[in-house]
């Protein structure tokens, strides 16, 4: 069975930064494509950023040189380090891990406020 476990979330100040952390088990991880995605309140969950089992990155312009994906493999884990973050970065956050099949996390809170 596949498992996803965030932690990293929190209250931070704008300009802030956050790493978030996915720690996952249960699939051959080196072989997996992984993915954050977000969903803030009244909005639909959208791609954050996703780095293939390669290495290759790929980034939502919102967050495109402020954001970086990352990967140990291993530890089986995907990070996400957030730097000058926004209010409107505000959402949780769901690790997703994609082999044939979408995995998801539950999610962490990330609230960008002063």
């Known amino acids: 069975q596949v498992q996803l476990v965030e932690s990293g979330g929190g209250l931070v100040q704008p300009g802030g930064s956050l790493r978030l952390s996915c720690v996952v088990s249960?699939?051959?991880?080196?072989?997996?494509?992984m993915g954050w995605y977000r969903q803030a309140p009244g909005k639909e969950r959208e791609l954050v950023a996703a780095?293939?089992?390669?290495?290759?990155?790929n980034y939502a312009d919102s967050v495109r040189g402020r954001f970086t994906i990352s990967r140990d493999n291993a530890k089986k884990t995907v990070y996400l380090q957030m730097n000058s973050l926004k209010p409107e970065d505000t959402a949780v956050y769901y690790c997703?891990?994609?082999?044939?099949?979408?995995?998801w996390g539950q999610g962490t809170q990330v609230t960008v406020s002063s």
């Open positions: 997703n891990a994609y082999r044939g099949i979408n995995y």
């Open positions: 249960g699939t051959i991880f080196s072989l997996t494509a």
């Open positions: 780095i293939t089992s390669g290495g290759s990155t």
